[in-house]
């Protein structure tokens, strides 16, 4: 049975998408800590992100940098803070948040109650920056 996410990058499912390649996809995490919250995910169906090949971790490090650019480019941070949790979804998926202090890392901050306008701005802002 396909995950949430595989159903996303099938298009199965609406998600505000903000980059994508042959083999990845990341688009805005629908619950945000911060503006700027995305998700990536390889686009193969993986339950843990350790099990991924050498060469996909490798790859997905690589596309998540230059998502994570983006979003610092989009969203001035200090930083952009990397998570890999995957609790809630059975599919292998890094968050990058925005970070103004470690504070905004933290799963139990309320989230952002964001109109579908605001998610179509935030998404188009990082997308217009990745290269």
């Known amino acids: 049975m396909a995950t949430i996410f595989s159903k996303i990058v ?4 609406p998600s505000y998408k903000v980059a994508e390649d042959e083999n990845f996809y990341a688009f805005l995490d ?8 995305t ?14 090949e050498d060469d996909e971790i490798a790859a997905m490090q690589v596309f998540t940098k230059r998502v994570a ?16 949790l995957g609790l809630e979804v059975p599919h292998a998926h890094i968050h990058l ?6 504070r905004d890392m933290l799963f139990t901050n309320p989230k952002l109650k964001l109109s ?9 802002k990082i997308s217009q920056e990745f290269v």
């Not at 998700?39 to 991924?52: A, G, Q, T």
């Open 10 to 13: 099938k298009g199965e499912i």
């Open 116 to 124: 579908n306008e605001e998610f179509i701005e935030v998404a188009n």
């Open 69 to 84: 650019t983006a979003i610092k480019k989009a969203f001035p941070c200090i930083k952009v803070g990397q998570a890999v």
């Open 39 to 52: 998700l990536v995910i390889p686009k193969r169906e993986v339950d843990y992100i350790f099990d991924l």
């Open 97 to 102: 948040i925005p970070m103004q202090s470690e």
């Open 30 to 37: 629908i619950n945000p800590l911060v503006k700027g919250h």
